[in-house]
């Protein structure tokens, strides 16, 4: 069974950066795209980033392109989420999950098929 289980929030002032870490177990990253959502409070889950199995592709959000980068550690598999600029819009709990379609977007949470159990990023201004 694949586990994933993310780190890496917190609480920080608004233009800060942290990173957030997607930590998968049970199953390799090599046969897994895996993306990152989030959630604000009273809102829908929002597609953030996604990463294909082979590293090659990757796909952000208009409200995050140019301030979040997603990269992925296959030998630790650990996928990471590097957020610089954050703004108070970015409060969140952010959760990674795992696909193993072969489709390259793969924006939709019901595309993917394991989840983490979130991280919370608050954003102060």
């Known amino acids: 069974q694949v586990q994933l289980v993310e780190s890496g929030g917190g609480s920080v002032q608004s233009g800060a950066s942290l990173r957030l870490a997607c930590a998968v177990s049970?199953?390799?990253?090599?046969?897994?795209?895996v993306g990152w959502f989030r959630q604000a409070a009273g809102k829908e889950q929002e597609f953030v980033s996604l990463?294909?199995?082979?590293?090659?592709?990757?796909r952000y959000s208009d409200s995050v392109k140019g301030r979040l980068s997603i990269s992925k550690d296959t030998a630790k598999n650990t996928v990471y989420l590097q957020m610089n600029g954050l703004k108070p819009e970015d409060t969140a709990i952010y959760h990674c999950?795992?696909?193993?379609?072969?489709?390259?977007?793969?924006?939709?949470?019901?595309?993917?098929?394991?989840w983490g159990q979130g991280t919370q990023v608050t954003v102060s201004s």
């Open positions: 999950a795992a696909s193993a379609s072969s489709i390259f977007i793969l924006i939709r949470p019901r595309q993917y098929d394991y």
């Open positions: 990463i294909s199995r082979e590293g090659v592709y990757t």
């Open positions: 049970g199953g390799s990253l090599t046969d897994y795209t």
